[in-house]
């Protein structure tokens, strides 16, 4: 231009280059990542000043050999740090992937990461935990606290004791990740509290497996089973099962169905199926637990239940009342031998107060308890040992208890009512009158939909039993409904086949 000794200058250094003809001249060397503006100064008029803008020199990525190795990295930040890295997948097939298998960070209102889908800063976020929890109040430094969590899959920590797991998974639509972190000057990683970062960043060149998972309910025995079914393998290689949280593992797994557990009612499963040749090739899932709670019967009957124990058994009933009254467990007859037992809890599980625990002397017809408590909750647990039970012939009469609202005794239960069982039925009904009921009875089954399928008159006295055979009905459930002239019985029965 008209200036003869133009001066060049950068923000980046205190220095000034002066230049007396055109040409190119070469600037730095300069940190990658470090922003730079460039000023052409003209002395006489700075209004013939020439401006570049900020200019950003990418960091160099690290090489992604695809297919080939897993670069595996840790960082610990540390306070009012910055810091940025990059990758780059060599090759064209395959896709580029970052995983974090641990790592602590702050809220976003004080730390904060990013991951962008391409070479640098400019290109969109794939993830970052800005995005976790939203601005409190419309200030945009007002993100909730508790968005401090563990980047690492679920069950991950080692010494952080938050909750939150972000599960950081991403992949690049190109050939490019970038990653890049700042933080505040208080809370840190080292403080003790915080787990160190640790990250791999690979090439995905297999497929992925594909399988889905299933909770199998045991309410008798207060577990539950977690079901892998794998529906495709994704190659020759066999797969490995993992179940993080219980600690288990199943290997060479193909496709099938792969059980795990049982477990313990509301404890959680964390489950992975992973490749075993390529171990970033896997699948994982959500949290998974079955709660205590679904094991609840709610109800206001006049249910009937029985049950053969065997031996070595421990199997749990929970009832609950439908209305605002206690609710009764009532035996119609059972046998227990010396060293068998029934405890009752006066509530929904075992630590709730004993109302009692024992066998009735072997003979617990005739025995009955009312619940005592706000939740009108009752639990029944059948205990038994390995000399001898009702499954190996050794007892002859099973257990077969009623539970009903409200705080009634056996005698009324007995005296007012009617029992069906076995409830399920594979097809003969057993029916049992209360010693008070009385006249000619009509005997009707109706499906769920209220339709009629079964309708006979009974020939019975009080006190005395009928068998109904319901063999021509299809599985599912039952209204069973005995009718006097002056009273209609309704009970629930399920047909199994």
Known sequence: GTDPEAGIITTATQDTLYVTEAGTIQLGPFVS?????????????????????????????????????????????????????????????GTLRLTFDRGTIESAAYDRIYIFDGPDNTFPILWSNDDLYPAVGGDPTGFDQQATGNLGPEGSAILSAIGNYFSVDVSASGQNLYMEMTSDGSV?????????????????????????VNIVEDCFQRQYSAEVIVTDAGGDAGLMLTNSLQGDTIMDAMVGVYTFGPYSVDSLSYLQVTNQDYVQ????????????????????????????????????????????????????????????????????????????????????????????????????????????SCEDGQVLNELRWAVQCGAVGLEEINSNGFAVYPNPTEGLLRIELGTKVTGALQFRVMDMSGRTVLDQPLMMNGGSTNVVDMGGLQSGQYLVQLITPDRVMTERVQVVR
Do not use: K
Request: with cysteine; charged share 15%.
């Open 33 to 93: 990542g470090t922003e730079v503006d460039v000023t052409i100064l003209n002395d006489a008029n700075s209004l013939c000043n020439v401006y570049s803008g900020t200019i950003v020199n990418p960091l160099c990525p690290e090489p992604v050999e695809c297919p080939g190795d897993a670069i595996m990295e840790t960082y610990c930040y540390t306070a009012s740090d910055s810091r940025a890295w990059a990758y780059e997948l060599q090759g064209t097939t």
């Open 188 to 212: 840190q990683c080292g403080n003790g509290t915080y787990d160190e970062w640790e990250w791999q960043v690979y090439c995905i060149n297999c497929t992925t497996p594909q399988a889905t």
């Open 281 to 388: 090739c896997r699948q994982t899932f959500d949290t998974l637990t079955f709660a205590s709670d679904s094991c609840v019967i709610v109800s206001c009957g006049s249910d009937n239940y029985d049950h053969c124990y065997m031996n070595d058994e421990d199997r749990w009933y929970t009832y609950q009342a439908a209305e605002d009254y206690p609710i009764t467990i009532g035996f119609l007859q059972g046998q227990m031998l010396t060293g068998d037992r029934i405890v009752l809890y006066n509530g929904r599980d075992g630590n709730a107060p004993v109302l009692y625990t024992g066998n009735n002397g072997g003979n617990l017809t005739g025995f009955a308890l009312n619940s005592a408590n706000l939740t009108n909750t009752i639990t029944l647990r059948i205990q038994s040992n390995d000399a001898g």
